[in-house]
């Protein structure tokens, strides 16, 4: 926090995180500040800084941090369709399932790092004799959701699925028709989001059900589905 920032009001960001080490990413100084003017960072304008400052500041009396999460913009399944050919949209895709749990509970996601990406309130399995433990570069442990949390989310999951399905149908937004016409053939995502498999899978999420039991299928199902033919 840094109430004489040349930029009126800043906020250090913390970039780069656990994240953004594990894929290589490095860099110093990403700011939230004011001024409305930015060589890289989130500028808003002083009134907005003001209040975002007076927000963060008093979040830190008794804590020690706060979550910072940064989206282009509200992660709808109308956004998503809008720009769907966009080279970050696997990207933003991942940051949506910590986005649903935020959403549906409206209680800070826990997050963690491993195999290069994000999970999002992990748990350990039931009866699990370990504690977990996450490796940012590591091979994921076998973890679990919590029941509450999973069982709302994947509720949202399921209608934004198929809002999104409906709006590709009904090709909302997309490529500009100028340059639609230089392609007789509907280029598909795989072709034009080589981001997409860059980023490492991760296996099937258990969702535990009141029974204990682990009914990962649909969820499996829809995120191989999701990330192969349309990287949503």
């Keep these: 926090m840094n109430p004489n920032s040349n930029y009126y009001l800043a906020i250090n960001t913390g970039f780069p995180n656990s ?28 009134e907005q800084i003001g209040e975002i400052y007076a927000l963060a500041r008093d979040s830190l009396l008794g804590r020690p941090s706060f979550q910072v ?42 997050v963690d790092v491993c195999d290069g990406r994000y999970v999002f309130d992990a748990q350990a399995a039931p009866n699990s004799p370990n504690p ?9 442990p076998a973890f679990v959701v ?17 809002e999104y399905a409906q709006l590709l149908e009904d090709d909302v937004g997309g490529m500009n028709e100028v340059f639609l016409a230089r392609f007789p053939v509907r280029v598909t995502l795989a072709q ?34 999701c990330e192969v033919t349309i990287g949503w």
Excluded at 196 to 223: E, H, M, V
Aim: aromatic fraction near 12%; glycine fraction near 6%.
């Design 19 to 46: 994240f953004d080490k594990a894929n290589n990413r490095n860099g110093s100084l990403l700011m939230i500040h004011g001024d409305c003017s930015s060589m890289g960072c989130y500028a808003m304008t002083d």
């Design 69 to 110: 999460q940064a989206y282009p913009f509200r992660l709808t399944p109308a956004n998503l369709a809008r720009h769907r050919t966009h080279p970050q949209l696997a990207f933003w895709k991942m940051l949506k399932i910590g986005n649903d749990h935020f959403e549906t509970t409206h209680l800070e996601p826990k």
């Design 132 to 140: 977990l433990a996450f490796n940012p570069t590591g091979k994921c």
């Design 146 to 162: 919590n029941p509450k949390i999973a069982r709302q989310a994947l509720e949202k999951q399921r209608a934004d699925e198929a």
């Design 192 to 225: 034009v989001l080589p981001y997409a498999s860059y980023l490492p899978q991760l296996p099937p999420i258990p969702w535990i059900n009141d029974d204990g039991s682990l009914t990962s299928k649909w969820f499996g199902t829809c995120f191989e589905y």
